[in-house]
């Protein structure tokens, strides 16, 4: 069965910066899109970025310039690079991938941007 594992979460302060990773089994990885979500407590959860199995990337206004989202298909995992972090981006982080109807879930990660 397909299985997303998120690490890299914890807290940092404000212009700091952390690296997710999640790492994806049960998948053929390379062929399948890969993105990250977050949610807030109370708020719904959104996408923060998202990238095709070519490579594209698309991003939240929010983040834009401030967060990479990248992958290794060699070793099944993407990544989220975050840098400049705000306290607006304390969240729980989800890792994401979807096949035709089906839309598959990490457990999260929490990220607390805090002094």
């Known amino acids: 069965q397909v299985q997303l594992v998120e690490s890299g979460g914890g807290l940092v302060q404000p212009g700091g910066s952390l690296r997710l990773s999640c790492a994806a089994s049960?998948?053929?990885?390379?062929?399948?899109?890969m993105g990250w979500y977050r949610q807030a407590p109370g708020k719904q959860r959104d996408l923060v970025a998202h990238i095709t199995s070519l490579g594209s990337t698309n991003y939240a206004d929010s983040v834009k310039g401030r967060f990479t989202i990248s992958r290794d298909n060699a070793k099944n995992t993407v990544y989220l690079q975050m840098n400049t972090l705000k306290p607006e981006d304390t969240a729980v982080y989800y890792c994401w991938t979807a096949w035709k109807t089906s839309n598959y879930w990490g457990q999260g990660t929490q990220v607390t941007v805090s002094s």
């Open positions: 049960g998948i053929i990885f390379s062929i399948y899109p």
